[in-house]
């Protein structure tokens, strides 16, 4: 499946963005879609995933309670709200997609298909 990002760009403390990832198929719909992001000179890290079934989430600590993710199917599409963003939320951010299970969702390994990415920059 391809994966198309958008929706980065520059804020300011505190600020919010939706960032939104658009997938070309209809087997959209039986992924796990998540996102992960990578900060300069750091490696890539994972932020939030949505299963396919039942739409349950999971967030890394760090984004817990200010990132929101969701999925619409009929668009083909998986958001993340980002809202309260910190300077350390500045990073280039990814979408990913595959058939991956609870215990491994945090791996990117386990993910087939990714995103261009979409840079995100916070300022203080």
Not at 33 to 49: H, I, N, T
Not at 87 to 100: F, I, K, L, R, S
Not at 102 to 114: A, E, F, I, N, V
């Amino acid at each position: 499946v391809q994966l198309q990002a958008s929706g980065g760009g520059a804020v300011q403390t505190g600020g919010s963005l939706r960032l939104s990832c658009a997938a070309t198929t209809e087997s959209f719909r039986a992924y796990t879609m998540a996102w992960f992001r990578q900060a300069p000179g750091k490696e890539r890290e994972f932020v939030s995933a949505i299963r396919a079934s039942g739409g349950t989430t999971h967030y890394a600590d760090s984004v817990k309670g200010r990132f929101t993710i969701s999925r619409d199917g009929a668009k083909k599409t998986v958001y993340l709200q980002m809202n309260s963003l910190k300077p350390e939320d500045t990073a280039v951010y990814y979408c990913a997609a595959g058939n991956v299970i609870s215990s491994t969702l945090r791996d990117s390994s386990k993910y087939h298909s990714w995103g261009q990415g979409t840079l995100v920059t916070v300022s203080s």
